[in-house]
């Protein structure tokens, strides 16, 4: 009996410490928890509106998702409209201002943003697994010297849409060729239809129509490369002329020089005009309008000009939307975390909803995503791009090829003047 007890006596202290010393790790975890810094990180980009504009909606949705579930690590977001973004974050990078997290178009817009030393270098924060995510080629603009400073958001891709039922109505043929697309213009035109659609008062609409009829003509890598050849002059003039053509058919809107692009887009939305060049952006739009329009509404490939060097596998656009991380961040690893999260359901999100083509592998059922997206996926398999030419040029120069466009579209300028102009750009 005697021995019973001791063992009892002895037992009960060290149970004792031992649920002390439990219950003192448990407070010490707790503690951890709730003593564990608080940080905000800040967020730019340029979707403002997020009760009309759906790809602003997404991503503020995105990011209240990642607060959600990141209690110690919350974003701020500040939205500004694209273009006034621009001069926004070249002020924040002159005066070392810049946000944790931002947005930026790739190539020429922010390669000086990278030379300047400002932007992260995320090679050692992107493990194989995150690249293995990334659909092939989407690293390419925002890549310099094997250094990756940007995370692709979406792919962009230039996007021509018809609308059938106005073709039907008026007995013309949508045309799957150059020639068959000039004379569907001169047939609406004599119709009393309005062919094409460009809202020019936002002048970087413009340069869609010449960008893609360059690239028609000089192809992507020949000796006509509108951006590296050797004969760009001549695919300059080219296109200029091109574009000269259009204009003096009276192929777009008589309003187009006063309207933005949002103000022109009401009148494809109202189902008033037949055709309209833009950026696969677009799709999510029309998911908007009325049942009996966007039924009729179908993309294609721009059409191909015979006599040119290009090809129907060749598009403009590219990932060009990516988000990138300050170097000056105190917070690194957790901004780089936060950019992956965002960009990688932003892919998704805009794929689905038909903002975009997905720049990360879309892994979900595709009966989740916007029909004309899945139309768009297919028409872009095995696809090569050429980067807008605002975005390839980088600001400055992309500022002068815009209003070098705008004087064309307004009659100011001839093809010559043009071409002697851009190949001084380039």
């Known amino acids: 009996m005697g021995g019973i007890i001791i063992k009892k006596v002895i037992l009960f202290p060290i149970i004792l410490i031992f649920l002390v010393s439990f219950g003192g790790c448990s407070l010490d975890n707790k503690n951890d928890t709730e003593n564990k810094e608080k940080i905000t990180l ?37 939205a500004v409209e694209n273009e006034r973004y621009k001069a926004k974050i070249k002020t924040a990078f002159a005066v070392n201002e810049l946000p944790d997290i931002f947005y930026s178009w790739g190539g020429g817009f922010s390669k000086p943003f990278i030379e300047s030393g400002k932007v992260l270098n995320l090679n ?30 979406t792919l962009s891709v230039g996007t021509f849409y018809c609308n059938t039922k106005l073709f039907s109505q008026a007995n013309i043929k949508v045309p799957e060729n150059y020639d068959e697309f000039l004379d569907a213009i001169k047939a609406f035109r004599n119709k ?11 002048n970087w609409t413009g340069i869609l129509y010449y960008d893609i009829l360059a690239l028609r003509e000089g192809g992507i890598g020949g000796t006509s490369d509108p951006h590296i050849g050797a004969n760009k ?5 080219k296109a200029a002329y091109r574009l000269k053509e259009l204009i003096d058919l009276k192929a777009f809107n008589e309003s187009s020089m006063e309207l ?19 950026g696969n952006w677009f799709i999510g739009e029309i998911g908007n309008m009325d049942p009996s329009i966007k039924e009729n509404v179908i993309v294609k490939k721009f059409p191909i000009v015979k006599e040119g060097d290009g090809n129907d596998r060749e598009f403009l656009g590219g990932a060009v939307d990516h988000l990138m991380v300050s170097n000056n961040t105190k917070y690194k690893k957790e901004a780089v975390d936060a950019a992956k999260f965002i960009a990688e359901r932003i892919s998704k999100r805009y794929f689905e909803f038909g903002s975009g083509l997905p720049a990360w592998k879309y892994t979900d059922d595709k009966s989740k995503v916007n029909k004309l997206s899945k139309e768009l996926e297919t028409l872009t398999e095995n696809a090569s791009y050429s980067l807008y030419g605002d975005i390839y040029l980088g600001e400055e120069k992309g500022n002068k090829e815009k209003e070098l466009v705008s004087q064309l579209f307004k009659g100011q300028i001839s093809p010559e003047e043009f071409t002697k102009e851009m190949v001084k750009i380039e």
């Open 124 to 153: 050692e924060y992107i493990d194989e697994d995150t690249k293995d995510k990334i659909n092939k080629d989407m690293l390419n603009n925002v890549t310099y010297d094997n250094n990756i400073y940007g995370l692709p958001m």
């Open 233 to 237: 002059s001549d695919t300059i003039l």
């Open 260 to 278: 933005t692009r949002d103000e022109s887009e009401i009148l494809f939305k109202q189902g008033k005009i037949p055709m309209y060049y833009t």
């Open 192 to 202: 009393g239809i309005t062919p094409l659609l460009v809202g020019e008062k936002d």
């Open 42 to 78: 800040t967020m730019w980009h340029i979707w403002s509106q997020t009760t009309m504009d759906a790809n602003g909606r997404i991503i503020q949705d995105t990011v209240e998702e990642w607060n959600k579930a990141n209690p110690n690590v919350q974003i701020k977001v500040e």
